[in-house]
């Protein structure tokens, strides 16, 4: 839905290419599609894995490419692309922070980290992973991981869930490799869901809400990309350390801070080098009439996802000039710039 209901309406056929990992979601789409009355040829669905990209990336009749996904697979899109001479939009990794102020509300903070750390398992690009508390909000450590602890997964009809499993295996246990390489490394686990299962569902790729205090940039589960429902926690003592840290990291998918002050807000939406910045909210994701405009190594390319760069991103620009002179007698040469 990122992708090619705005670039039907601008005008295009598309093809879709979904993650051989959740293709069902992309093959219904399709079919709600047709079903709805779009011409056959507009939408199509193809799978398969990277030959079948290749083989897209490398076909002469694709104008244009958009991705989302991880780094290595989003650098690989946006090279081969444009090698091409393709026009290519790709969205990648993201580590997504959350300043907290210490003048902040306390109950507003913890409510709204609690969802964005761990809800949809932390399988979202826009999931907070970091927390940096400056000052005082250091104490609410303690707090916010005790309301992240009664978050419990579940299946897709257990009313009282908050997330379900993560994707695949392979997926869980990079995810359980990432939190035994954070205790290992000297972070404190306030909350632990490595050892979590499910009732009747054990085989699932269960991870419960997870939370490290004392983190530094230094480790694994700081500079990585976790994709699970882990949240670090980095404590600074003013403001500017904390832009310092999110400035630094490699990703500028999104960030927010939390505060009651409008020179801080106004000092972070100014300086901070992320593309998408969120003040009192958690998960700046904008309206579809804005841009999804991720930074730094969360995004390759010039014109962004949503929006008007969307729009200049699946049209061409077509200048016409036309003159219709008011007689139909040339009045003699004219060797300037100027019509007459």
Known sequence: LWMFPLAVVCGNTFVLKPSEQDPQTPVLLAELFMEAGAPAGVLNVVHGGRERVDQLLNHPD???VSFVGSVPVGKHVYQTATANMKRAQCFAGAK???VVMPDANKQHVINNLVGASVGAA?????????????????????ELAS????????VWDDKDAGFGPLISNAAKERVLGLIQSGKKEGATCLVDGSECTVEGYEQGHWIGPTVFS???TTMRIYQEEIFGPVLCCLCVDSLDEALAIVNDNPYGNGTSIFTASGA?????QSEVSVGQVGINVPIPVPLPFFSFTGWKNSFFGDLHAYGKQAVRFYTETKTITSRWP???????PNLTINLR
Request: aromatic share 6%; glycine share 8%.
């Open 122 to 142: 932390g399988q979202r690009c826009m999931a907070i992973s970091v927390a940096v508390f400056v000052g005082n909000a250091q104490q609410w450590i303690d």
């Open 147 to 154: 309301a992240i602890a009664e978050v419990k997964p579940g």
């Open 326 to 332: 008011e007689d139909s007698i040339p009045a003699g």
């Open 264 to 268: 801080a807000a106004r000092k972070y």
């Open 96 to 98: 997504n922070h959350t």
């Open 62 to 64: 694709i104008a244009a």
């Open 214 to 216: 004392d983190v530094t």
